[in-house]
């Protein structure tokens, strides 16, 4: 069929009527303390939606017919009426897909899930052996999440997720991981480290050199076709080749993130006041923040693409990822801090002295190390409940967010995960 | 996700692809259709791809598959001249083939004719 994505591609920038998927952040309580949890889980907020609240949001998804959530965390799971809310969204014809530590994945359960055509699981694991993977999300964790995967196998789920952060420990795993994938039936999906939240006191440490994005970049083209990325590799397309994916920044524009408190921002790697759009508790509710906020109106103005609009690559990466920039105190109108061409590292180096920007909120449990190695990090207080909104200046936006990937907790939720616009003709 | 997304729209020109336009088709029963300015979305809650329409004329005609005898008559009833037709019926194919569309067999004509 012939193709034209750029006119699609400019219907996603100005934002549709209701998100094409959304990533539902469920609770921050989690039994992992992973160094590089996105969402600084740990502990739950006294303030998280009650079930009442949940079910609220979920008919508003099925009246603005969301078709599918990325339920994540936390540990999904562990809240009490996790089973309740899966069964209401898919009797309200909204789909699931959860992401999970495999904490809950008994035999039971496995089976129960391999009977629906409405939930989907992801499974995240970030190293392909015990040694590298418990290094990041703990001890025994890499057990307890290769049993649910064999639970999930043994009960006949084809084609679930294991989805992985890519780290400067595992990117030479690559082809174990896919090895692993293939031998329970499952389905590989990669995602890329952002230093948001716990990830900015680990990103130094774990996020990709520079040789080992150029692997990783040769090992998506050659096997890219049944290895899912989120599109969260778009950064990399600066190499030559674009990568499958959207290939845009579809944070308030065709995905957003819920998160456990009901606040709503542009983007599940993005938890900060800066991003802030709105709280499904306010009087319009969802439907309200994503048609009204401030904020997602002007992400869905056309941005500037700063200093990088004059890179050969710009149209490629479009500058890479929003949140990326924001956590390691970078312009966003800059280039990413993991530019394919050095211009990331070189404005890294000039930053100045500056403290980046810390997550609004830190959920981690309390009096357990969460860094790695030679991690600094302060103890940051907790705060509970909606942040007074703030939108992003013109210069901000866009160079686009890459939605998607992201870390370790149950959650790696990219919205547009795997979703592929054919190439532009 | 496993949401390949994939757009399907009448192409300038292009065979008909083998689709059978004169077969009885239905938007699959696991699809869930989201209209927008440029066309519509299309989900399938089993295979979890999405889709795009990228006309609202496409739009019109999947809608009206299920209720009409056949492709061609849905084609018919959206308004699609004979020269558009070619192209429709590789959209339609493309959606077939991501399972978007199937096919009634038990269910042609039902004018008798």
Redesign the interface.
Known sequence: MTVTAAPLTAEFRSGLDAPICLTWELTYACNLSCVHCLSSSGRRDPAELSTQDCKRVIDELERMQVFYVNIGGGEPTVRPDFWELVDYATAHHVGVKFSTNGLRITPAVASRLAGSDYIDVQISLDGATAEVNDAVRGRGSFEMATRAMQHLADAGFRGFKISVVMTRHNIAQLDAFKAIADSFGAQLRITRLRPSGRGADVWDELHPTAAQQRELYDWLVSHGENVLTGDSFFHLAGYGQELPGLNMCGAGRVVCLIDPVGDVYACPFAIHSEFLAGNVRAPGGFAGVWRSSELFAGLRQPQSGGACTSCSAFDACQGGCMAAKFFTGLPLDGPDPECVRGFGEAALATAGTAAPPRPSGDHSHRGRPTTLGSGRRAPVPVSIGPRPGQGLTASTGQAGLTVRSAPDRACDESPLAGFTLPPAR | ?????????P??T?PEAGFDLDAAWRLHP?V?V?P???GA?L?H??T?R?S?L?SPELLSVVSSLGAQPSARAACAEAGIGPAELPAYA??LA?LATSQMICGRPDDRRKDGT
């Open positions: 996700m496993s949401t390949n997304g994939q757009t399907a729209q192409p300038a292009s696991q869930s989201r927008e300015r440029f979305l989900y809650f089993g979890r999405l795009f990228k590789r959209a493309t």
